[in-house]
């Protein structure tokens, strides 16, 4: 690995320790509870688990657990860091992250827009195989957005630190 990509990735470590560091008992709260909810929602529309709401035509692979448990652990976090602080910066990329993981876990033959485009022989042979890159963009996209927030919040922090410094306002 490159120098130059081994420095980036420290960075973003550190800026995401940073941003975590800022969350309040009731940021990990609500990130926990959306993290929980991301799990229930993605796995009860993709069957996942059983339901008496859907059923899946084709079995629940590993990498489809895995991209449902980090997908939705990362909408926590990401939630969770509103309640830290407010900006509207990453709001899309959630919901585009959120998408694409319930596309990459979701039974290929379920998905009524894929079986229209491709048919049931085409989403297995076609739409199947690129599940697992949707998934990896997914979490490659909610995983930046996460990034994006902690940078954010770094940025409140400092703004409200000079904002407070220059007023004498330690509640800021």
């Keep these: 690995m490159p120098r130059q990509w ?5 960075k973003n470590i ?4 940073g941003g975590f560091g800022m969350y309040t008992l009731k940021g990990w709260a609500v990130t926990a509870l959306t993290a929980t909810i991301g799990l229930a929602v ?8 059983e339901n008496p709401l859907f059923v899946r035509m084709t079995p629940v692979r590993a990498q489809d657990y895995g991209i449902w448990i980090v997908s939705s652990v990362l909408m926590g976090l990401i939630v969770g860091s509103y309640f830290v602080a407010r900006s509207t910066r990453s709001d899309e990329k959630i919901l585009s992250g959120g998408l694409l993981s319930v596309l990459a876990v979701g039974c290929p033959t379920c998905n ?4 229209l485009l491709l048919g049931t022989t085409g989403a297995l042979t076609f739409f199947a195989p690129l599940q697992l890159y949707i998934g990896i963009a997914s979490v490659l996209l909610l995983g930046w957005t996460l990034v994006l927030r902690a940078k954010a919040l ?19």
């Design 6 to 10: 081994r420095e980036t990735i420290r």
């Design 14 to 17: 550190e800026t995401l320790a």
């Design 42 to 49: 993605i796995g009860l529309a993709t069957a996942i688990y």
């Design 112 to 115: 009524k827009l894929v079986v």
């Design 154 to 172: 770094a940025d409140t922090c400092t703004v409200n630190h000079v904002a407070s410094m220059a007023t004498g306002d330690e509640s800021l």
